[in-house]
């Protein structure tokens, strides 16, 4: 899967759509967390770094963002866009289905009250994997929020075939519906539809006890 981002790192923020099309979801998934100035906030396949600037915004004065991706060269990208921000951002370069690399001690050491995944589960194989590994790194009560994408429904249903093509050609899997997890997970689970229902932005903000680490 890192192929590809190797070729396209530096032109990633144009051809995955993200301004017309998925900055909507981004801004969205980021409020639904209700961040706090102090928060800690772990964005898993963080990529380019397009969320952390509003994370760090989110959190600061004081706290602390943590971006975790597999690709050293969307990381790349994402440096210089964290340079001169306020607040402690840390850039860790892992696969986020490995429990074993010792990028996850350190967001474990970290603790993060928070964890974020944008467009990124439905990119991962397996993507349950990548969710426990978070999961259990962040702390037993850490919200979480899940955007991804979906076939669009209803009215905007006339677009699928272009949502397909997208997902097609960013490698995602449009039937994953990744944010399932948090309704098994989390007591209180809020939902938002944008984009004709392409879009959905899942938060939970209550862990069940049993699904804690």
């Known amino acids: 899967m890192l192929e590809p981002y190797r070729a396209v790192a530096p032109f990633y923020d144009v051809l995955s759509l993200e301004w017309p099309v998925y900055r909507a979801g981004r801004v969205a998934g980021i409020q639904a967390l209700r961040l706090q100035p102090g928060d800690t906030v772990l964005d898993?396949?963080?990529?380019?770094?397009?969320?952390?600037?509003?994370?760090?915004?989110?959190?600061a004065p004081d706290g602390h963002v943590i971006g975790i991706d597999a690709s050293p060269q969307m990381l790349a990208v994402a440096e210089r866009r964290t340079k001169g921000l306020a607040g402690s951002v840390t850039l860790l370069?892992?696969?986020?289905?490995?429990?074993?690399?010792?990028?996850?001690?350190?967001?474990?050491?970290?603790?993060?009250?928070?964890?974020?995944?944008?467009?990124?589960?439905?990119?991962?194989?397996?993507?349950?994997?990548?969710?426990?590994?978070a999961r259990s790194a962040a702390h037993p009560q850490a919200k979480a929020a899940i955007v991804d994408m979906?076939?669009?429904?209803?009215?905007?249903?006339?677009?699928?075939?272009?949502?397909?093509?997208?997902?097609?050609?960013?490698r995602a899997d449009i039937h994953a519906h990744p944010w399932r997890v948090l309704e098994a997970e989390y007591d209180v689970v809020e939902h938002q539809r944008l984009r004709g229902g392409h879009i959905r932005v899942v938060t939970g903000a209550q862990p069940i006890a049993t699904a804690s680490r």
């Open 44 to 59: 898993v396949g963080c990529g380019t770094g397009l969320s952390l600037p509003l994370l760090a915004d989110a959190v």
């Open 93 to 133: 370069c892992a696969d986020a289905t490995d429990d074993r690399h010792p990028a996850w001690e350190t967001v474990q050491e970290l603790e993060p009250d928070a964890v974020l995944f944008t467009y990124s589960l439905s990119l991962m194989k397996p993507w349950r994997q990548a969710w426990q590994v």
């Open 150 to 170: 979906a076939l669009p429904d209803g009215a905007a249903a006339v677009f699928a075939p272009l949502a397909r093509s997208a997902c097609w050609a960013g």
